[in-house]
């Protein structure tokens, strides 16, 4: 037990720092399962070929990082409010300003949209919010047709620009008439990214290929039924010390290892310490 015990301490003081940097939880889950990998080492072979698989599959579409999040809630935001400025409201028929003194405005948010979008579409594949398999390409679409209706609006009711002072309102009109050409021109990129994907989809026989497991995952869940009756002893000790060493290094508090020695070691194996 000693040996165990200091087997399981030693990985966990190696990864120390990275566990300190993630969430509670989520680092309960890693140290539990670098402790089995520790205590049973046998594991580690079919691990690494699970992995190996994962590396094989596509990217998956699953980004839903703070920073990606953020970019698209940026990129939405900017583009709805280039029309915003000039249009007419739908409450009372009226713009918030005049094109005299929104068509700059107008040219900036969408110049900022579409820097945002097309910073996105570099990660189309990833995006959960852009992939092939949502038809994301169609946001490029609708805000270059949005932005379309704005210029003939501007256009139409050029008469509210200042003839002596004409200039702001001319770089806004040519900031916005860029951003629709380059909001096409990533729509266009965008539908090429989709139907790669999908003609790679029907060479595979109709399988999408991001839809499959993730072998690192399954792998987890079913780790439990690889161990023998001691081996599964020593996994079921070693999360205890796990829960121990991790709440003396404050990672995680006192209630939340008093919750988790409660929980079936395997289940935390398999990514739940919720």
């Not at 189309?124 to 994301?136: E, F």
């Not at 309102?169 to 021109?185: A, E, N, Y």
């Amino acid at each position: 037990m000693p040996d165990l015990e200091s087997t399981v301490r030693a990985e966990i003081d190696r990864r120390s720092p990275e566990l300190t940097k993630a969430k509670r939880l989520d680092a309960v889950v890693d140290a539990s399962r670098q402790a089995l990998l520790a205590v049973v080492p046998r594991l580690q072979p079919g691990l690494a070929a699970a992995t190996a698989r994962q590396a094989e599959l596509p990217p998956r579409p699953a980004d839903t990082s703070r920073g990606h999040v953020t970019l698209v809630v940026f990129a939405l935001l900017f583009g709805a409010f280039a029309p915003a400025m000039v249009l007419p409201s739908p409450r009372n028929g009226r713009p918030v300003i005049d094109v005299d003194q929104g068509a700059l405005w107008v040219g900036i948010w969408a110049v900022a949209s579409l820097v945002c979008f097309a910073l996105l579409s570099r990660r189309q594949l990833t995006s959960k919010y852009l992939n092939p398999r949502v038809k994301g390409s169609r946001i490029f679409i609708v805000f270059a047709v949005i932005w379309i209706v704005t210029l003939v609006y501007i256009l139409f009711n050029w008469d509210e620009v200042d003839m002596w002072e004409p200039f702001l309102p001319i770089l806004g009109t040519v900031m916005l008439v860029l951003s629709i050409v380059g909001m096409i021109v990533l729509w266009v990129r965008a539908k090429g990214v989709e139907k790669r994907y999908w003609a790679e989809v029907a060479a595979a026989g109709g399988v999408d290929p991001a839809a499959e497991g993730d072998p690192v995952a399954e792998w987890w869940a079913g780790v439990a039924a690889q161990l023998t009756p001691a081996e599964r002893g020593a996994g079921d000790t070693s999360y205890g010390v796990t829960l121990r060493a991790l709440e003396e290094r404050g990672i995680i508090r006192a209630q939340d290892a008093a919750r988790l020695r409660r929980k079936n070691p395997p289940v935390v194996w398999a990514g739940d310490a919720s």
